[in-house]
């Protein structure tokens, strides 16, 4: 089991950045997945961006926008999200296979 720590969010204007992190209890290096979800109000949770070793994928709404990264050294996961609109106004989740999740952070695009 891990525990899994997000921070980073707020409040943002339509077409700004933010980067999320997330902080694992212990090495990530060897999981086998990492990635973002995220759930707006009324909606179910989606998937956002993945990453593994030497390999990433992105929700189609994102791809061009968000980067996901990890540093194993740091043992955070990040996401940075640029050119945001009101519509990636979420709760975001980190997520660790086999089924680790983290508390959540807080986006809204205004």
């Known amino acids: 089991q891990v525990q899994l720590v997000e921070s980073g969010g707020g409040l943002v204007q339509a077409g700004g950045s933010l980067r999320l992190s997330c902080t694992a209890s212990?090495?990530?290096?060897?999981?086998?997945?990492m990635a973002w979800y995220r759930q707006a109000p009324g909606s179910q949770r989606e998937f956002v961006a993945g990453?593994?070793?030497?390999?990433?994928n992105y929700a189609d709404s994102v791809k061009g926008r968000f980067t996901i990264s990890k540093d194993n050294a740091k043992k955070t996961v990040y996401l940075q999200m640029n050119s945001l609109k009101p519509e990636d106004t979420a709760v975001y989740y980190c997520?660790?296979?086999?089924?680790?999740w983290g508390q959540g952070t807080q986006v809204t695009g205004l």
């Open positions: 997520f660790s296979s086999p089924d680790n």
């Open positions: 990453i593994t070793s030497g390999y990433t």
């Open positions: 212990r090495s990530i290096a060897l999981l086998n997945y």
